[in-house]
C-alpha cells in the first residue's frame, strides 16, 4: 500500500523513533506512517544507521570472564528463529499492521465510542507518556477548534481532513505544536478515520468542550 | 581507515551467515568479543548499571545467534543491526515500553543480496561512520545525547542548560553536515 503521501515524518520524529526514546503512542503512528511510506522508510534506515556508527565508534567496556559460555549457552538453548514470515497482509485493509496488532484486528474490531456530533474514538492502550487514540469523523464534519499544549500526531487512515494549513490525505501525517490552533474539518466524500497521538491534553477554546474533555478523555 | 571498516563490516556479515549455515560457535565468539562490550557500554551511556548492562549484552548477542537468519546485509551493516536489537533491548529493560515495527519490515532477505548493493551498502556505512567522527564536537554530542541517553530535545535541554532552539538547530546543522558527506 503506497498512497502519494504529501505531508512526512519531520528529521526530529525519525530520529527520535531510530534511538528510541518516542512515547509508544508516538512509536506507534510513525510505524504506521511508515508501513505506508517508502520514502520515510527509507529516511528511517539512515537514522538507524547513525545508531549502528555510535554503537561502532562508542564505548567499550569489558565484560566479565566466562560471560561469552554464558551467552552461548542460553543462545543454544532456544532455537533459532527460521527464515521470516511476513505478516500476511490485512483482509480489505484499512489498519496497517502495527494499528492491527493494537486493535487485535481491522476496523471491524475496533470498539468505538461516541465522543458526540458523530465523531467516535477509540483508545489504544499504550504506555502513560503519551495517548493513541483512533478516530472516526463523518465526512463534512469538523473536530472543534482547538490547540496543543505539546505534540500531537494526526495520521490519516482512511478519506481525508483539512485544516488551516492544508489537505491531509491517505497516509498523510500532521505534525501539531504549541503553535498551532486548529479546526480540522473532515473531507466530504468519505468518512474521515485517523489515528492521533498526543502528549498533553487537547485544549479546547469553548468551555463545554473542555468539560466534555474530562468524561470522555480527548 | 575507511576501507578497514568497509572490510570490518564484511568480516561481521560473514560471521553471522557463518552462524546462520552452520551454527559456527567459533564465528560467534568473534561477534561477541567485538560487538558485546560496545553493546554494555551502549548500555550504560543509557543508565543502565553494570549488571543490568552485562545481563542484557548477554541477550542482545543471544538474539543475534537466534535470529542470524533474518539478518539482511544488503540493508544494514551488522553493527546497525546489532544497534536495533540493542535499542530494542533497551526499550523493554530500561523504559518498560514498547517501541511498534513498522509492518514488513523483516530482515529476511527474500532473494540472495545483490553484491552491489551489498557493497554500496558498506561504502555508505563507512562513509557515514566517518562523517559522525569528523562533526564538530558539540554537534557530535547532542547527536549522541539523543542516541545514547535516548533523551528527548527538551530533556537534553533540561541536562545542559542549552536553550531548545540552539539544540534543535544544531541537530539539524549536523544532520544536514551528515547528509553532505553522504552526497
Not at chain 1, 491531509?168 to 478515520?193: Q, R, S, Y
Request: hydrophobic fraction near 45%.
Amino acid at each position: 500500500m503506497t498512497p502519494e503521501i504529501r505531508h512526512h515524518l519531520t528529521d526530529a520524529l525519525l530520529m527520535a523513533y531510530a534511538a528510541g526514546s518516542l512515547p509508544e503512542a508516538f512509536s506507534l503512528t510513525v510505524a504506521a506512517h511508515i508501513s505506508m511510506c517508502d520514502e520515510c522508510r527509507a529516511r528511517l534506515g539512515a537514522y538507524d544507521a547513525i545508531g549502528g556508527a555510535l554503537i561502532e565508534d562508542g564505548g567499550a567496556a569489558d565484560m566479565p570472564g566466562g560471560s561469552f559460555a554464558a551467552c552461548l549457552a542460553r543462545a543454544r538453548a532456544t532455537p533459532m528463529v527460521a527464515t521470516s514470515n511476513p505478516a500476511p497482509p490485512g483482509v480489505n485493509g484499512v489498519l496497517p499492521g502495527p494499528i492491527r496488532d493494537y486493535v487485535g484486528g481491522d476496523l471491524d474490531a475496533v470498539r468505538w465510542r461516541p465522543v458526540g456530533m458523530g465523531v467516535r474514538q477509540a483508545i489504544l492502550r499504550t504506555d502513560k507518556r503519551a495517548t493513541a487514540r483512533l478516530l472516526h469523523i463523518p465526512a463534512g464534519t469538523s473536530i472543534p477548534d482547538h490547540g496543543h499544549h505539546g505534540t500531537e500526531l494526526t495520521l490519516v487512515l482512511q478519506g481525508a481532513f483539512l485544516d488551516a494549513t492544508d489537505r491531509f490525505g491517505l497516509g498523510d501525517i500532521e505534525v501539531a505544536n504549541e503553535d498551532l490552533d486548529h479546526t480540522p474539518v473532515a473531507d466530504i466524500g468519505v468518512d474521515c478515520i485517523c489515528l492521533t497521538a498526543s502528549d498533553a491534553p487537547l485544549r479546547f477554546h469553548k468551555l463545554g468542550y473542555r468539560i466534555a474533555q474530562r468524561f470522555l478523555r480527548i | 581507515m575507511r576501507s578497514d571498516r568497509k572490510m570490518e563490516n564484511a568480516r561481521w556479515v560473514a560471521c553471522i551467515a557463518r552462524i546462520r549455515a552452520d551454527a559456527d560457535e567459533g564465528a560467534f565468539a568473534e561477534l561477541y568479543a567485538h560487538f558485546a562490550p560496545r553493546v554494555k557500554g551502549f548500555l550504560m551511556k543509557s543508565g543502565a548499571d553494570t549488571t543490568l548492562a552485562e545481563e542484557c549484552a548477554q541477550d542482545v548477542m543471544a538474539t543475534l545467534w537466534q535470529k542470524s537468519h533474518l539478518f539482511d546485509p544488503a540493508r544494514a551493516s551488522a553493527a546497525t543491526w546489532i544497534f536495533t536489537i540493542a535499542r530494542n533491548r533497551r526499550i523493554d529493560a530500561l523504559r518498560k515500553s514498547r517501541r511498534p515495527d513498522p509492518e514488513d519490515i523483516t530482515w529476511g532477505p527474500a532473494v540472495p543480496p545483490d553484491q552491489a548493493d551489498l557493497l554500496a551498502l558498506q561504502q555508505e556505512s563507512a562513509a557515514l561512520t566517518k562523517a559522525i567522527g569528523a562533526l564538530p564536537a558539540k554537534q557530535k554530542a547532542l547527536i549522541e545525547a539523543a542516541y545514547y541517553a535516548d533523551l528527548s530535545h527538551s530533556e537534553i535541554a533540561k541536562e545542559t542548560g542549552l536553550p531548545l532552539g540552539t539544540i534543535k538547530s544544531r541537530i539539524r546543522l549536523a544532520l544536514e553536515r551528515l547528509r553532505q558527506a553522504m552526497n
